[in-house]
């Protein structure tokens, strides 16, 4: 097992519907997800009003990061599956998840603790 994680990047297109994103997220495409091959686990962020480097963060544009934890040898295994996944989830809408995504699995190459 090649342990790595996979990023995604998105922004809701109307901030109305944030709640209901939110909620497509942690109760449909998150599980849906963790269900194919080599998806381990999954932790969501949004975008916090104080930044370290507000300018950066600005640049970056986006309010929404999903961090899975993979095992990079199955990304072959899983590539398919998710983009069906990612199509076929109940609530997935174009409309509401703005079209620039940003996805990209990474493999681990050092850890290093700050304690």
């Known amino acids: 097992m090649t342990p790595g994680v996979q990023i ?5 297109v109307d901030p ?6 939110v909620r497509w997220y942690d ?5 849906a997800t963790l269900g194919l091959p080599g ?16 300018a950066l963060a600005e640049r970056l544009g986006y ?9 990079v040898d199955q990304v072959d295994d899983a590539r398919a599956a ?3 996944v990612a199509a076929s989830t109940p609530g997935y809408s174009s409309a509401t998840m703005a079209g620039d995504v940003r ?4 493999e681990l190459l050092s850890e290093i ?3």
């Open 8 to 12: 995604a990047l998105t922004n809701v």
């Open 16 to 21: 109305e519907d944030e709640p209901a994103f």
């Open 27 to 31: 109760e449909v495409h998150i599980p």
């Open 39 to 54: 998806f381990v686990r999954a932790s969501r962020y949004r975008l916090a009003p104080q930044q370290i480097a507000p």
């Open 63 to 71: 309010r929404h990061l999903v961090i899975y934890e993979i095992d």
């Open 82 to 84: 998710l983009a069906e």
């Open 103 to 106: 996805v990209a699995a990474f």
């Open 113 to 115: 603790d700050g304690t």
